[in-house]
Each structure stands twice: as structure tokens, then as C-alpha cells.
């Protein structure tokens, strides 16, 4: 059985920074694509960050250059290194990776809060 567990989560300044981290266990053969999600209260879960097997990154434009997604093969982990942090990043923080294993598919961690304040 998959398992994708986060951490990292919590308050900071403005301007701070923060990092969050999810590792993948379980019966993994492959892991593909990781992404890390945020949701903010009334609103929808919208992509944050993503790294593909290959290495390759995306961002969301409110995040660029201020977020990065940082993957340890050997570990199965993703991390989210956040700085310059506004009350806007204020949200619950989902990691998701796409595992190939005797279940294939998207896997969710279970959301770290990440609170700015200001």
C-alpha cells in the first residue's frame, strides 16, 4: 500500500521562508510526476509546483522565483522550499505524485497548513 506523508507546515512572517517535504512508502516500482497543491479557504486547489521524472519544472506565476521543487530520487520524496512569503501562500499544501505500483496512480499526501502572517 502506497503512502505519501508530508511535513514542514506551519506559521511564519512575512518575507520568511519554509520548506515542506513529502515522502512516498510502500510498494513502489516507479514514481513519475510530483506536484505540490495549495488550498486556500474558499477557493479551489490550484497547482503550486511540479517536477517530472525527467527533472523538468513547472510554477505557477504567483510562486516563480520565490518556490522550488527540489526531488530525491533514492528517497521518493519531493520538497517545496518556499521564501519570501505573503499572506496569499496562506493555504493547505498537498503534495501528489504519480506511482507506479501494485496500485498505479495519483497519490495524495494528507495537507500540511502553511500560515503567513503579516
Known amino acids: 500500500q502506497v503512502q505519501l506523508v508530508e511535513s514542514g507546515g506551519g506559521l511564519v512572517q512575512a518575507g520568511g521562508s519554509l520548506r515542506l517535504s513529502c515522502t512516498a512508502s510502500?510498494?513502489?516500482?516507479?514514481?513519475?510526476?510530483m506536484g505540490w497543491y495549495r488550498q486556500a479557504p474558499g477557493n479551489q486547489r490550484e497547482l503550486v509546483a511540479s517536477?517530472?521524472?525527467?527533472?523538468?519544472?513547472e510554477y505557477a506565476d504567483s510562486v516563480k522565483g520565490r518556490f522550488t521543487i527540489p526531488r530525491d530520487y533514492a528517497e521518493n520524496s519531493v520538497r517545496l522550499q518556499m521564501s519570501s512569503l505573503n499572506s496569499e501562500d496562506t493555504a493547505v499544501y498537498y503534495c501528489?505524485?504519480?506511482?507506479?505500483?501494485?496500485?498505479?496512480?495519483?497519490?495524495w499526501g494528507q495537507g500540511t497548513q502553511v500560515t503567513v502572517s503579516s
Open positions: 501528489k505524485m504519480k506511482i507506479v505500483a501494485s496500485a498505479t496512480g495519483d497519490f
Open positions: 510502500g510498494n513502489i516500482l516507479r514514481v513519475n510526476d
Open positions: 517536477i517530472t521524472s525527467g527533472g523538468r519544472t
